[in-house]
């Protein structure tokens, strides 16, 4: 079954880096868009970052030069690296991987908390 766990949310400071981590299991990576999502309190949840199938990738506009989405083919992970962290990215990042061939659905990881506080 397609699983999606995350990894690497903590506490930084604001300007700090975090890496964060999605190791995908049950399916190729490479044939799906996959994606970070982020929820702070109160919030909707928002898309971050994706990178499509394709290869194509695309940005949240307030973390575009800040963050970079990646993926590690061979080891189904996908990376979200974040740098230059500031106190409104503070919320719980999800892992999702897009649905794309019919009677499938979507997943989603069970979240990693980034905290960016002084």
């Known amino acids: 079954q397609v699983q999606l766990v995350e990894s690497g949310g903590g506490w930084v400071q604001p300007g700090g880096s975090l890496r964060l981590s999605c190791v995908g299991s049950?399916?190729?990576?490479?044939?799906?868009?996959m994606k970070w999502y982020r929820q702070a309190p109160g919030k909707a949840r928002e898309e971050v970052a994706c990178?499509?199938?394709?290869?194509?990738?695309t940005y949240l506009d307030s973390v575009r030069d800040r963050f970079t989405i990646s993926r590690d083919y061979a080891k189904n992970i996908l990376y979200l690296q974040m740098n230059n962290l500031k106190p409104e990215d503070t919320a719980v990042y999800y892992c999702?991987?897009?649905?794309?061939?019919?009677?499938?659905?979507?997943?989603w990881g069970n979240g990693t908390l980034v905290t960016v506080s002084p």
């Open positions: 999702h991987r897009e649905r794309r061939f019919a009677g499938e659905m979507d997943y």
């Open positions: 049950g399916f190729i990576f490479s044939n799906y868009n």
């Open positions: 990178v499509m199938w394709s290869g194509l990738k």
